[in-house]
């Protein structure tokens, strides 16, 4: 059985940091891209940043390098790094892995997700 799951939320003020972590289970956790998505009420769930076999794809935000994906793989966990954060990234962060082959640069791509971490940052 597949199981993602997220931990590490939880309240910071604006300039804080977070490490959120997704434990994986039930897959063979480095034969598959992995990546991270928010969502936040009334919006739609987007993707912030992706980890492949080679490489990293990052969107918005984490173009600026405020986040960080990293896998440990003897650890079958996933790690999102989220520097200097702002009132803006409050929002439920998904761990995400893709369908078989694809990796999960969107909602469509994406053929699991855990149940989330609530991040809250205060101004």
């Known amino acids: 059985q597949i199981e993602l799951v997220e931990s590490g939320g939880g309240s910071v003020q604006a300039g804080g940091s977070l490490r959120l972590s997704c434990a994986a289970s039930g897959f063979p956790f480095d034969s598959y891209c992995m990546a991270w998505f928010r969502q936040t009420p009334g919006k739609e769930r987007e993707g912030i940043i992706t980890l492949r076999k080679v490489g990293i794809s990052v969107y918005a935000d984490a173009e600026k390098g405020r986040f960080t994906i990293s896998r440990d793989v003897a650890k079958n966990t996933l790690y999102l790094q989220i520097n200097s954060l702002k009132p803006d990234d409050t929002a439920m962060y998904y761990c995400?892995?893709?369908?078989?082959?694809?990796?999960?640069?969107?909602?469509?791509?994406?053929?699991?997700w855990g149940r989330g971490t609530q991040v809250t940052v205060s101004s």
């Open positions: 995400a892995r893709g369908r078989y082959g694809v990796c999960p640069d969107s909602i469509v791509d994406v053929g699991d």
